[in-house]
T-cell receptor, first 111, second 113 residues
C-alpha cells in the first residue's frame, strides 16, 4: 500500500520568507501528484497537479517539483504571506485512480 | 462552473441515530469519491464510484455504512447506527478521469454525542 509522508508536521515562518514543504511516497508507480491547501474547518483546495511525466508545475508564488524515481515532491512557497497560513496536503494518485494522502504540514506565517 | 457541493455542512446527532450526507459532483465527472478525515490526519478513502458502480469499497465499514450513486450523478453516504468514533469530516470529491486531478467539496463535519 502506498505510504505518503510529509515533513515537517508544522512550520512557523516570518512573513516574507521563502519556504519548502516536503512529501515522500513509497511506491514510485504513480499517475500524478497533487498538492492541496486546507483551511481550518474547510474542504480541500487544489493548488497544483503534476503529471507523472512532468518534473514541476508553477502557479504564482507556488512551485511544485516531482522526482518519481526517488519518491519525492516539494512545494516551494515564495515570499510567504499571513494568508498562506493553512495545512498543506500532498496526495499521490496511484493505480486504480485512488488518492493517497499524507498527514499534512501545518504552516503559520507570522506577520 | 459549480464545484462539488456537499450538504449538510455540519451535523450533530446522538449515538445510535442514523445520518446521511449528500454530494453533487462537478457535471460530467464520472468518478466520485467519499473520504473520511479525522482531526489532524489526511483524508482516507471510503468508497470510489465510476459512474453508478462502486469499484472500490474495501475501506467502507459495511456493517454500518452504506452509499449509493443513483444514475451516476449525485451520491449519498449513510451511517446507521452512528457511533462516537464516527465523529469526523466526510469529504466528497470528483474527477473527470485519471490524470485530471480531483476537486473536493467543503465537507460535512459530523459530531456524534
Amino acid at each position: 500500500k502506498q505510504e505518503v509522508t510529509q515533513i515537517p508536521a508544522a512550520l512557523s515562518v516570518p512573513e516574507g520568507e521563502n519556504l519548502v514543504l516536503n512529501c515522500s511516497f513509497t511506491d514510485s508507480a504513480i499517475y500524478n501528484l497533487q498538492w492541496f491547501r486546507q483551511d481550518p474547518g474547510k474542504g480541500l483546495t487544489s493548488l497544483l497537479l503534476i503529471q507523472s511525466s512532468q518534473r514541476e508545475q508553477t502557479s504564482g508564488r507556488l512551485n511544485a517539483s516531482l522526482d518519481k524515481s526517488s519518491g519525492r515532491s516539494t512545494l516551494y512557497i515564495a515570499a510567504s504571506q499571513p494568508g498562506d497560513s493553512a495545512t498543506y496536503l500532498c496526495a499521490v494518485i496511484g493505480g486504480a485512480n485512488n488518492l493517497f494522502f499524507g498527514t499534512g504540514t501545518r504552516l503559520t506565517v507570522i506577520p | 462552473e459549480a464545484g462539488v457541493v456537499q450538504s449538510p455542512r455540519y451535523k450533530i446527532i446522538e449515538k445510535k441515530q442514523p445520518v446521511a450526507f449528500w454530494c453533487n459532483p462537478i457535471s460530467g465527472h464520472n468518478t466520485l469519491y467519499w473520504y473520511l478525515q479525522n482531526l489532524g490526519q489526511g483524508p482516507e478513502l471510503l468508497i470510489r464510484y465510476e459512474n453508478e458502480e462502486a469499484v472500490d469499497d474495501s475501506q467502507l465499514p459495511k456493517d454500518r455504512f452504506s452509499a449509493e450513486r443513483l444514475k451516476g450523478v449525485d451520491s449519498t453516504l449513510k451511517i446507521q447506527p452512528a457511533e462516537l468514533g464516527d465523529s469526523a469530516v466526510y469529504l466528497c470529491a470528483s474527477s473527470l478521469e485519471t490524470g485530471y486531478g480531483y476537486t473536493f467539496g467543503s465537507g460535512t463535519r459530523l459530531t456524534v454525542v
